[in-house]
């Protein structure tokens, strides 16, 4: 009887911490939080006013943000660069499924990235500041990798004509 016990008592503990300890899908967005860091990304949790396919209405949209700071402001870029997986009326297209507030050019990469990863993204904000890339963490540490490509491709435009 004793023994019984002893082991109601220790599984009754095993069950306590295990239910203390994280899921896995929290360790894995941990995980990639870790990771961004390592890459020289910021991590923030987040929202952003995204206009709808008339550019009427805002909506937001609770997202975590990924960020690549400038160590210098840009003066020439205008105060925000929206770009969006969704079609905005008078927004340019830039790749197929994407549309941008303003036109840019893009590189060959950045365009093969945005087509193949652009499903898991609820935008991209580039200003003067930085680099902004929202999404919902879905995916794993190769995804962020070619998603810091983008952010850092991105940071290099410092002029609009």
Do not use: C
Request: aromatic letters at 10%; glycine letters at 4%.
């Amino acid at each position: 009887m004793t023994a019984l016990i002893v082991i109601f008592i220790t599984l009754s503990l095993m069950g306590s911490v295990l239910w203390v300890l994280p899921p896995k899908k929290e360790r894995q967005r941990m995980g990639l939080r870790m990771h961004a860091r390592k890459l020289g990304l910021t991590v923030q949790l987040t929202s952003i006013d995204l206009p709808d396919k008339w550019d009427k209405s805002m909506n937001r949209h609770k997202v975590v943000a990924y960020s690549l700071y400038r160590a210098k402001p840009q003066v020439l870029l205008p105060d925000e660069i929206l770009l969006l997986p969704y079609e905005v009326w008078k927004y340019h297209a830039l790749v197929s499924g994407w549309w941008s507030s303003n036109e840019i050019i893009l590189t060959e990469d950045l365009k093969v990235n945005l087509d193949k990863y652009g499903y898991l993204l609820k935008g991209i904000k580039i200003t003067p500041e930085g680099v902004f890339l929202y999404w919902n963490e879905d995916g794993d540490e190769a995804v962020l990798d070619a998603l810091s490509k983008v952010i850092f491709s991105l940071a290099e435009i410092n002029n609009i004509d």
